[in-house]
């Protein structure tokens, strides 16, 4: 089945504790982005990548870092998270940049930050 | 930039009702233009897309027109049920084709 993967689905930290959100694609997509969903502001763009070694910033970058060694996988990392990094995030993927065909979300990962 | 406003709800129907969720947007050049649909608890599902001016997408009984002329995308549905209880996101990819960029979202309860 053709499916983003994100993992974990539900997490709670501690301020400054590093953690990793991964995400990973089975499609062979070479365009992935990490957005985060917060009430009242919709869904913002974090970071993008346009294929292996390729990243940008989107929107929001601020406290973020993502990496894309392998086609497949997306990783987001928050090396020392606040509590304004609580929120849901999502990874998605597109093979063509998203116009024709649009993004494929994965399920989320809800992160609390204390 | 591009942006993407739509009405913002809560809308309640009751079911069989019409359904008509607003969407207007602000883009350069000939963006395309998407409806996602999020049930609780639950990630983003494409619902429906077009991709040029006058195209009209389709899926599970909604609908939606691309309307340069109005800069408009409403998603439209002749009788809604239950299930259709979700979260909708208008959101259109402009000029950065590497960006989804969305509306904040409209609920809809639909009541037995």
């Known amino acids: 089945e053709a499916q983003v993967t994100q993992n974990p689905r539900y997490l709670i930290t501690v301020t400054g504790k590093k953690l990793t959100v991964t995400c990973s694609q089975n499609m062979n997509h070479e365009y992935m982005s990490w957005y985060r969903q917060d009430p009242g502001l919709g869904l913002r763009q974090i970071y993008y990548s346009m294929n292996v070694e390729v990243t940008d910033k989107g929107d929001v970058p601020e406290g973020y870092k993502v990496s894309r060694k392998e086609k497949r996988n997306f990783p987001l990392i928050l090396e020392s998270p606040s509590p304004n990094q609580t929120s849901l995030y999502f990874c998605?993927?597109?093979?063509?940049?998203?116009?024709?065909?649009?993004?494929?979300f994965g399920s989320g990962t809800r992160l609390t930050v204390v | 930039g591009d942006s993407v406003t739509q009405m913002e709800g809560p809308v309640t129907l009751s079911e069989e009702a019409f359904l008509t969720i607003n969407c207007t947007y602000t883009?350069?050049?000939?963006?395309?233009l998407f409806w996602y649909v999020q049930y609780p608890g639950e990630g983003l599902q494409l619902l429906l897309k077009a991709t040029k001016a006058d195209d009209k997408g389709s899926n599970k009984g909604f609908e939606a027109t691309y309307r340069k002329e109005t800069t408009s995308f409403h998603l439209e549905k002749g009788s809604v049920q239950v299930s259709d209880s979700a979260v909708y996101f208008c959101?259109?990819?402009?000029?950065?084709?590497?960006?989804?960029?969305f509306g904040k979202g409209t609920l809809l309860t639909v009541n037995p």
């Open positions: 959101a259109l990819i402009g000029g950065d084709r590497y960006k989804l960029t």
């Open positions: 998605a993927s597109s093979s063509t940049g998203g116009g024709n065909y649009g993004y494929t």
């Open positions: 883009a350069t050049g000939y963006p395309s």
